[in-house]
């Protein structure tokens, strides 16, 4: 949109290097890339295998019986962490690559704009992904319609929304900071971090948040709302005064509301099948949260490589010529040699697939130590890691056309991709989880 390619002409030029304005980018290892994504995906793995078990047992719990429709809200929320927090760790990251955050000062004001921002957007995403859950389950049941139960589960989103941007923003924004200070690529370290902590600090927030709402009825779910009805303008008020948020604030809607929307699909189809197969609960975040991120990771690589080399709106020349829609162009470092920038993004690619089989089978692991292993059979690995690994492969091949499609457009990618990226590994995960589970219980 023109707000956003405003806001990256404005940073362009009062960043400008010399030499045209470019960047020349070097050449960086696949051992480069290995040795710093490696620590912090195994790391946001577990956290998943944890927001796994916490599902696992909170479907159990009396709240979510009683309003079963909190299990189509549980995507879209888990999904804020690619909507909002790794969109901020992605768009700091460029910021802090660019020199935006080497002073205090610098990273205290972009720090907070930012988390006003997303303040703003977990609030709105949150009361409309309540919505959108209602409007799916009951409009199949109307006679489920209740308003108290309209209103403790948009109070539950709304809160788990805010809080859970809120803690991780805070987290992400010291997180860049520190690598930056230490010369690791944020880009590298910050989105598998905001993976880690996501889904566990969201699905144990809606857990407890709709418990103690549920418990204590309309009057405080009604007052909670009214309050975020008085503090919301406050935090828009502040994102609006920062030349680096404003456009995101009045332009950068599209993505986040479309990702929850699709997010939401995956929610109906976990809402369906965990009925049939509660096994699919433990398992369900895991499969989402590896694949969102991992593409994260490679989104934020292809945003800030673009960012360090050419203006929004213009893609640079040795990419022109090259045909995004090919595998070949997402995948192999040969066919990419005539420039480094793709070599490298090809380099990031692979090692990120290569990720996939032996980070599942650790967290595979994990989940057999705590809850046995009598699903995790030889034919259900099988089966589970094709699935993972063929909805990565899409997402790295999708995250390369749509972050250079983005980028021509003069769409900024740092404000876009992730959370479609993300999204449709939401809707991708579990539907290949679903049909895992169904070819299974066909064939066991």
Sequence with gaps: TEGEKTEREEMVLTKRLVGGGKEEENAESWKSVLVQVTPPYLCAGLGMVGAGLVLDSVQYWPVFLTLPELFIMVPALIGLKGNLEMTLAS???????????????????????????????????????????????????????????????????????????????????????????????????????????????????????????????????????????????????????????????????????????????????????????????????????????????????????LHKTSRLGKLPEDITTCSLINPLSTFSVPCCSFSTMMSNNATAAVVLLFLVVPGHLVFNLAIGLSQGFEVITAFFLVLYLLAAVLQVGSLLHMANIMVHSMWSRGVNPDNSAIPYLTAMGDLLGGAFLAAVFQIIDWTG
């Design 91 to 305: 768009r700091l990251s460029t910021h802090a690559n660019l020199g935006d955050l080497d002073t205090l000062e610098q990273t205290v004001v972009m720090g907070s704009a930012n988390l006003a921002l997303i303040q703003v957007q977990g609030v709105v995403v949150g009361a409309l992904a309540s919505v959108i859950a209602m409007l799916m389950a009951w409009m199949g049941d109307p006679d489920r319609v209740d308003l108290t139960r309209g209103l403790v589960m948009c109070a539950s989103s709304v809160v788990t929304a805010s809080a859970a941007s809120f803690i991780l923003g805070i987290i992400m924004v010291i997180v860049i900071a520190i690598s930056r200070r230490y010369s690791v690529n944020p880009d590298n370290v910050a989105t598998p971090i905001a993976a880690a902590l996501g889904d566990l600090v969201t699905l144990s927030l809606l857990a407890f948040v709709a418990t103690f709402l549920n418990n204590s009825g309309a009057f405080l779910a009604t007052s909670i709302l009214a309050g975020y009805f008085i503090i919301t303008p406050f935090c828009f008020d502040k994102a609006k005064k920062n030349v680096h948020t404003r456009d995101i604030l009045y332009n950068g809607w599209t993505p986040v509301l479309s990702a929850m929307v699709i997010s939401s699909m995956g929610g109906k189809i976990l809402n369906n099948v965990i009925i049939k197969f509660p096994d699919i609960a433990v398992f369900q975040p895991v499969i989402n949260g590896v694949a969102g991120n991992l593409v994260g990771i490679q989104a934020s690589r292809l945003s800030t490589g």
